[in-house]
């Protein structure tokens, strides 16, 4: 069953993105995933939380690939170099296939 990581992300400061959007899709590739969205000019619909700065959504083709990816030694220093400028919410959801 194909799984979605979506993301909301409240960016404090842009030095990191050039480095990590460099380096992050070929890493997603590599475990058979793919960017469904990337930024998303998000406009709200319903809600009273804030409107995040970027929205991003990555599809892989199960958990074990999307988890290979999220817990890789290659991701963990571009994870801490975002983190260095932005804040970001996660989830891993499952498809309906």
């Known amino acids: 069953m194909s799984v979605l990581v979506i993301g909301r992300m409240e960016i404090h400061d842009r030095d990191w993105m050039d480095e990590y959007y460099s380096k992050v899709p070929a890493l997603i590739e590599a475990n058979a995933g793919k960017f469904l969205v990337r930024g998303g000019n998000p406009t709200k619909l319903e809600g009273s939380d804030a409107l995040p700065d970027a929205v ?11 988890l290979s990816f999220w817990n890789s030694d290659a991701f963990a220093p571009l ?4 983190q260095g400028g932005a804040a970001l919410n996660a989830v891993l959801v499952d498809c309906l296939d």
Request: no cysteine; net charge positive; glycine share 0%.
């Open 56 to 66: 991003t959504v990555l599809e892989f083709p199960d958990r074990a690939h999307a």
């Open 79 to 82: 994870a801490k170099l975002r």
